[in-house]
């Protein structure tokens, strides 16, 4: 059947709170005004204040309670309005979730999942524009998801919520509105596992989240032009499915990464290390990234599209392996 | 009214006595190198951990900062399993990769130690969250210094719980200093930081934390409360650490001074007990001279078992980053 990104998440959410009493969730609007981006559509009615809980703005608060309800048992769902807004609850993620399986030599877990939505919208400014992945993925004790498609969208989060640690799990605003296939009946995407997205013999693109819709636009424009690009959406971002990125580069020889976030310390500098370290001998060039660039997120429209990648950088990064 | 049971009196004074031998060995421990990297000791505040942790059922929550010796010896955890992990060793409570700052002890229900100032406080209404949530009739203690209390993190938590009437039971254990920092120079209510709880709509009293039993008595009255379903907690236990803030300082040095000390030495929270229980002539020298002989054993045999366990392998070092 064919959804949106948001039902798609609101089902995921929906099946897996009707699976299992233990799933609430909670966050800043998610109840009465179905959420920020409507994502709870339903929720209040169906499943009640006591299991879609509206907090006070009050990220670290929160967050840090939602822990503590995971470590006795029961499995939150966080919505963060905006990943953005994750930093002020970054203490709770990094010291409090992150480590306590680890501090307690495995005698607590934090089953709990945090989800929202990361990267530019449209000119929202510095602070509601950042695509954080890195950081997170910088954590030992967190998984990071960032599904691109309704369908991955669904299958992971219910994954998501079923998993024993803590998952952030990053959507995207300008995805909520995009349709796709999506699976009949029950089903989950495991975690760590990357998909080929389209098949290509010439140059390998790694790409993720909202920037997938891109590459797989340039790779359209490219076989128009001869060129066949091989597209690979990780999906889960850590752990990092290398293998699927590693047969693909063993084919293509090529690499290009195409992330929104900043380049320094980027996600892709970390996936091109690994493919250098395991996949060297097989490249016929050096491997591109192309990346949001390093700047706080300009206001005006002009700026803020020379931020972002675009369809002109990766075709230009693709062309200048071939 | 206090009862004065000789057995059960005997009994408070034994787990107070347990954590402060057991600190004061720690303390030898770490002029030895057998423990190493941050040791903040309890002494001068079992009382608090003692009085408050003694009004509980098996079931409820405990949970606590990183000066949390005290409170998981008096929840009941074994003395050797805790040394053993101060001294990073595989048979410690967390397998020797908590430390002394992040004692776990889960059957035992104490969720933790934590070392980020402030940071425990929103874990604790989460664990009350989860008790309501489940209807079960559980209450979660929560133990901080006076120097979390400014901190955002604890305001968003007594939001939280008294917004939610959460059962949670938030223990202030006043022990004056923030590291070196008295806290009337870090507190805007330090007269009386318990305003800082009842702004909130929290209940707030002050108890006098050197006597254990004055804390035991006002944490029954205040579980049953708290149990019953009437919302959040909060007790400001005055107190004082005879110690440094950790061995990394002196017992006085720049920020008070030796006469200080001195001065709430006399209110030492065992000499107080032992004193009503000389006075009142239910107990006698005897009585305290076996105690001491028993607990030194215990403490002995706790060291012992943490010298003669092996250090984890290096194999586990990636062990329980995730569930495998």
Known sequence: MELSYREALNQAM?????RDQRVFLIGEDVAYYQGAFKVSKGFIEEFGPQRVIDTPITEAGFTGLAIGAAMAGL???????????GIVALDQIVNNAAKIRYMSGGQLSVPLVIRGPGSAAHQLGAQHSQSLEAWFCHVPGLKVIAPATPHDAKGLLKSAIRDPDPVIFIEAQLLYGTKGEVQEGEFTIPIGVAEVKR????????????????????????????????????????????QTIVASVKKTGR??????????????????????????????????????????????????????????????AVKSLL | MVNMDTADLLSLYRQMLLIRRFEERSAEMYALAKIAGFLHLYIGEEAIAVGAIASLRPDDYVISAYRDHGHCLAR???????????????????KGKGGSMHLVDLPRRFMGGYAIVGGHIPLATGLAFANKYQSLDLVTVCFFGEGALPSGQAHEAFNLAALWKLPVIFICENNRYGMGTPAERAIALYGDVA??????????????????????????????????GHGPWFIEATTYRFMGHSMADPAHGHYRTKEEVEEYRK????????????????????????LEREIGEVVRAAVKFAEESPFPARSDLHADVLQE
């Open chain 2, 195 to 228: 305003e800082t709880a009842r702004s909130y709509g929290i209940a707030a009293e002050s108890v006098d934390g050197m006597d254990v039993l004055a804390v035991r008595s006002a944490m029954q009255r205040v579980v049953a409360q708290v149990r019953a």
């Open chain 1, 75 to 85: 499995h939150p769902i966080v919505e963060l309005m905006t990943m953005n807004f």
């Open chain 1, 199 to 242: 098949t290509g013999q010439d140059v390998t693109i790694v790409a993720y989240s909202k920037m997938l819709l891109l590459v797989l636009e340039a790779a359209d424009a490219l076989s128009r032009e001869g060129v066949e690009v091989e597209v690979i959406d990780p999906r889960t971002l850590k752990p990092l499915d290398l």
């Open chain 2, 76 to 94: 009941g955890s074994d003395p050797g399993r805790v040394m053993a992990e101060l001294f990073g060793k595989a048979t410690g409570l967390c």
């Open chain 1, 14 to 18: 929906r099946e897996e709170m009707r």
């Open chain 2, 267 to 290: 209110r030492d929270p065992l000499t107080l007990l032992k004193s009503t229980m000389m006075a009142q002539k239910l107990a006698d020298e005897a009585d305290f001279k076996q």
């Open chain 1, 255 to 316: 690499l290009v990464i195409v992330e929104e976030g900043w380049y320094f310390c980027g996600l892709g500098a970390q996936i091109a290390e690994s493919v250098y370290a395991t996949a060297f001998d097989y490249l016929d060039g050096p491997i591109r990234r192309v990346t949001g660039e390093d700047v706080p997120m300009p206001y005006c429209r002009p700026l803020e599209d020379a931020a972002i990648p675009d369809l002109p950088r990766v075709i230009e």
